[in-house]
Structures are given as structure tokens and as C-alpha cells.
């Protein structure tokens, strides 16, 4: 075996929770110069095979394997079907916290205007948010933020790769049809 088909065996065995540069370093017996050529040249295999459905992506220092963002029609169309979809509340709820964060339940509920521990609930649920602290203060309310699952669901190396909001803005008032669950969050080079 070489060490690309070992590190292709690594990031598909690790799945959608990814793997570090450190760990994938050591089970490889590597440094990190090695596995960044490594990584660099599975991503050229897989961008040089037309029928390859797979892509490397890179978040936070974290390697995960992933399908190429052509085929997000297909999967979108059989996300659809899933059950396992977010409401409007909670997309809602998650964009608050994405460009707010670190922020308590009550000030997303301000924002929104309705109550909003059950998206909260739904989304902690998805581990798509996490508790990031408490405020200092009465009750000691819970801070909540996105998580490292949330940037790989979306496609992001880090928050700064969050539309812009006046982007957004325009685009929803011109009457744009905006999907921001695979178009309007852009992917960017990863490598």
C-alpha cells in the first residue's frame, strides 16, 4: 500500500467527523510537509477523474472527505426526502447565531420576535451549535456559537467565508431565488 491509498483509507474511515493534521501526521508516520504534498496530490487524483465523486475538504486544520460540489443537485434532491430536515425556524435560529454569536437564547428570541428554545433544542440536537460559555450575570444564561460540524456541513474553512449580509440583502431584494443551503454559501478553494 502507499501512503496516498493509506491516507484516502484514513479520511474515509474517519467520515463526516474528519481527522486532524496532527493525528493523520502520526498514524502516517509523516510531517507536516509530507502530508500537506500528500493531501495535495488525492485532491489532484480526485479533480483529474472525471467520474471520482470525491473531494478533500479543509476546516480548521481538520481533513474530511467529501462528495465534489457538482453533484449537490442529486444530493439535494435526495436530501429532500430526508426527514431529517431543519425548519424554517431553525435555519432561521442558525443564521442568527452564525453572524451573532457568542449569543444567548433570549437575545435570538428578541431578533426574532418569537420563542425560540425548540429550534435551539433542534439545532444542539444537529450539533450544528454548542454552548460556548455562560454570561456573567443572573441565571448565568447560556452563550451558544456554531460548531466545527456546522463549517463542514456548509462548506466553510472558518467564519470569515460567511456571506456577506448586504450581499444577501441585495440579492433577496432583487427577488433572487437564493438557496443558501448549497448556493449561497460559497465553497471556496480549500487547497
Given at each position: 500500500m502507499t501512503k496516498l491509498s493509506e491516507l484516502e483509507a484514513i479520511l474515509f474511515v474517519?467520515?463526516?467527523a474528519g481527522i486532524g493534521s496532527e493525528e493523520l501526521s502520526y498514524l502516517l508516520n509523516v510531517d507536516k510537509q509530507e502530508l500537506a504534498e500528500l493531501i495535495l496530490a488525492l485532491e489532484k487524483k480526485y479533480q483529474a477523474t472525471l467520474d471520482s465523486a470525491l473531494h478533500i475538504f479543509e476546516t480548521e486544520d481538520h481533513f474530511v472527505l467529501t462528495t465534489k460540489k457538482e453533484l449537490a443537485p442529486l444530493l439535494k434532491k435526495y436530501a429532500q426526502g430526508s426527514s431529517n430536515t431543519l425548519s424554517q425556524a431553525a435555519v432561521e435560529t442558525l443564521a442568527i447565531i452564525a453572524y451573532k454569536q457568542p449569543i444567548t437564547r433570549t437575545e435570538i428570541e428578541q431578533i426574532?420576535?418569537?420563542?425560540a428554545s425548540g429550534p435551539v433544542q433542534r439545532l444542539v440536537a444537529h450539533k450544528l451549535i454548542e454552548e460556548k460559555g455562560r454570561v456573567e450575570?443572573?441565571?448565568?444564561p447560556i452563550l451558544y456559537g456554531t460548531t466545527g460540524y456546522f463549517l463542514d456541513y456548509f462548506g466553510l474553512k472558518d467564519l470569515t467565508e460567511l456571506p456577506d449580509t448586504q450581499e444577501l440583502e441585495n440579492a433577496?431584494?432583487?427577488d433572487e431565488s437564493l438557496d443558501l443551503f448549497f448556493d449561497g454559501v460559497s465553497e471556496g478553494e480549500k487547497m
Open positions: 474517519a467520515g463526516e426574532r420576535g418569537v420563542q450575570g443572573p441565571g448565568r433577496l431584494k432583487d
